[in-house]
């Protein structure tokens, strides 16, 4: 019989194994067996977690995006200035938090992504993720603009924010998250200088 409160314990050990497992070996190759020899249990105990792998992957991805979520409202909580460039800056910023950019972290993004083109629950969190990103950019940049332009701009910076992303997290030396973010400010500054209709 598992000991109380170690559900908790044994959840996070295997999403964080599951994580380790793909960062050494991709995707495919991060079978049940792996995961659980990484985090020192047995094959079983995912199954009765998780109900399998996909479930184990859905589980890492939502706390991803929770990891991500919390660091966006992290930064966004500290503001003293409330302007719609300190609230979209500080959404810039959590999305290249460390916690979205490690080496195991990115290539949890890269299979989850990979794998929601197939999987319909993680499609359906990847359809979440996106809209979140658009609505929250859209309604700051609606502060300073037309609805239309707004949406633009909106569409604008999450591609640019995915893309930086996605580019960085594919190069051999990884993704350098100062420049990123350097980048994607810097097109921020340029979205809110163009005058408005």
Not at 41 to 62: N, P, Q
Not at 101 to 123: D, E, N
């Amino acid at each position: 019989m598992p000991k109380v409160g170690m559900e908790p314990i044994r959840r996070q050990q295997l999403i964080h194994a599951t994580m380790t497992a793909i960062d050494d070996v991709g995707l495919a190759e991060a079978t049940v067996l792996r995961i659980a020899r990484h985090a020192g249990v047995s094959a079983g105990i995912i199954s009765h977690y998780f109900g399998g792998k996909d479930g184990l992957l859905e589980a890492t991805m939502r706390q991803i995006l929770t990891d991500l979520s919390d660091a966006v409202a992290a930064r966004r909580h500290i503001l003293t200035d409330d302007s719609p460039r300190a609230h979209i800056g500080a959404i810039i910023e959590g999305n290249f938090d460390r916690t979205q950019v490690t080496g195991p972290a990115a290539k949890t993004w890269l299979a989850f992504w990979a794998s929601s083109m197939h999987k319909p629950m993680l499609q359906r969190l990847q359809n979440v993720n996106d809209r979140r990103l658009y609505t929250n950019l859209c309604h700051q940049f609606r502060r300073v603009m037309p609805r239309p332009q707004a949406r633009n701009a909106a569409r604008g910076l999450a591609a640019m924010i995915d893309g930086l992303w996605l580019r960085g997290a594919l190069t051999p030396e990884g993704l350098d998250a100062d420049r990123a973010r350097a980048l994607a400010h810097a097109y921020l500054d340029q979205l809110l200088a163009q005058p408005t209709d």
